[in-house]
């Protein structure tokens, strides 16, 4: 009879045993708490986003927005509205003057080998550029492959002729925007050197990695040389630029005719638009999420920067459609003039500063809309060392890629508050396929893609809201 209690007892104790063993085990292999707001917000963005929908009508409805055009003014209205449908805080206008350039009639250029034998090639106005005279202008043909080459050729060589860059970006630069780092400056600064030497005209190679027929604008300087010695700048498409090039190999003596109508009018008055969320418990510590509301009149403007605007207004949206308060003020700041002079990011940062502010975090979506693969952020090591464990989280979305680095144009400005800085990283291969071109359209943008964008940029400001950008203070 003792024996059978004792075996009963042990029996009971095992099973107690094996309970509570059950029950850890099943407490450790749950998800986290931050794992389960990441998953409700990935679920609320994928199945009830809303920014394809605005992206279409910024695209479709409005189109290219360059600084200073009515377009750049309808789309701030239009984004406004959005914003004040969102039910925020706070929706409003931040004034701020922008300039004001035109591209006018069409471009038009070709290369001629003898008399009556000419090819036509796509270019198109560099923005900020000159016009040609009226009748347009025709030059003999010097091909470079970058600034440092003017000097070794001199003004014997180089005057009265059109300066021909033609330094690709380098395929083997996996990462493309290092790519296209590595040969703006002939873009950015091509005329205003070829001029040094006595040039009459600049023709640079498109900004793409692809072969095609679109050229690419983008903007140029002619820093604070006299305007009587500027002289006009366009951009070639990638395959013009292969044919021209080929052709001055044969026939050093190829003359090229371009004409543009471009003009520069006095800066009129722009807006950033803001949409702000006050913070539950510390709403003096602001979190931006923002991309441009601007682009080049080529195209719609719709992966630069239509996708980072619509983003943007997702993460709140997404957020306020989850019930979650932030404990932090989180403003959606749409900046107004990336394209051509950064007047927007620096009139927020310097109008910040004046009253005070206090920015801790924020994030900039301006690398198209494509799959997302993480996150880059300009802070100290260390702190990229507490911000890179949340990795993990992102793991099961496939954008788990943290790097130290760079962040944005926009928001680099409020750097000098302190303020930790970070940029969305979609997959970039083909970003410059498009990028400041005719094929930057809303048909290129795929809606999963770019709601994954949102997800995980409304993942990331919920994770610093929580635990703090740089020293956490809850």
Not at 111 to 140: D, N, Q, R
């Amino acid at each position: 009879m003792k024996k059978q209690i004792n075996k009963s007892v042990f029996w009971a104790l095992a099973f107690s045993v094996v309970l509570v063993f059950s029950a850890q085990s099943q407490s450790e292999n749950s998800p986290s708490r931050d794992a389960l707001m990441l998953e409700s917000i990935y679920n609320e963005t994928m199945t009830n986003a809303k920014a394809y929908d605005w992206l279409r009508f910024l695209s479709l409805q409005i189109g290219g927005r360059l600084s200073g055009s009515v377009e750049a003014e309808q789309a701030v209205e239009y984004t406004k509205s959005v914003l004040n449908d969102l039910g925020l805080d706070r929706v409003y206008l931040q004034p701020v003057m922008v300039p004001k350039w035109v591209r006018g009639a069409p471009e038009y250029a070709y290369y001629e080998t003898a008399p009556g034998l000419s090819t036509t090639v796509p270019i198109t106005a560099l923005g900020g550029s000159v016009a040609t005279p009226s009748i347009g202008l025709k030059a003999k043909v010097i091909e470079v492959k970058g600034l440092e080459e003017l000097e070794k050729l001199g003004r014997r060589v180089i005057e009265g002729k059109i300066v021909f860059y033609n330094r690709p970006m380098n395929p083997q630069t996996i990462q493309t925007f290092d790519a296209y780092g590595a040969c703006v400056d002939q873009r950015y600064a091509g005329a205003l050197e070829a001029a040094k030497y006595g040039a009459v005209g600049v023709i640079v190679r498109s900004m793409n990695l692809r072969k095609d027929d679109f050229p690419h604008t983008g903007s140029m300087s002619y820093g604070e040389s006299p305007i009587n010695s500027r002289i006009p700048a366009a951009a070639i498409s990638t395959n013009g630029a292969d044919l021209l090039s080929a052709t001055l190999r044969l026939n050093p003596e190829t003359t090229f005719y371009f004409k543009q109508n471009c003009r520069a009018f006095p800066d009129v008055k722009s807006y950033n638009v803001i949409g702000e969320i006050k913070g539950s418990v510390y709403p003096e510590e602001i979190m931006v999420v923002g991309g441009h509301l601007d682009s080049w009149d080529l195209g719609d403007g719709a992966h630069d920067d239509g996708a980072g605007v619509v983003q943007s207004i997702e993460v709140l949206r997404t957020l306020k459609a989850i019930g979650y308060k932030p404990k932090r003020t989180l403003r959606a700041v749409l900046f107004m003039n990336e394209e051509n002079g950064l007047r927007g990011a620096r009139e927020y940062a310097s109008e910040s500063e004046s009253l005070g502010e206090k920015h801790v975090f924020a994030l900039e979506s301006d690398s198209g809309g494509f799959t997302p693969r993480g996150f880059q952020f300009d802070t100290s090591p260390q702190n990229f060392e507490r911000l890179q464990k949340w990795s993990a989280l992102f793991y099961p979305y496939f954008t788990d890629r943290f790097e130290l680095g760079g962040s944005g144009a926009d928001v680099g400005p409020l750097k000098s508050q302190g303020t930790v800085l970070a940029g969305l990283r979609p997959d970039s291969q083909r970003y410059f396929d498009h990028h400041h071109s005719d094929h930057d359209t809303f048909d290129q943008v795929n809606k999963r893609e770019l709601e994954l964008g949102a997800a995980a940029m409304a993942s990331l400001l919920y994770l610093i809201d929580t635990y703090g950008a740089d020293t956490p203070t809850n």
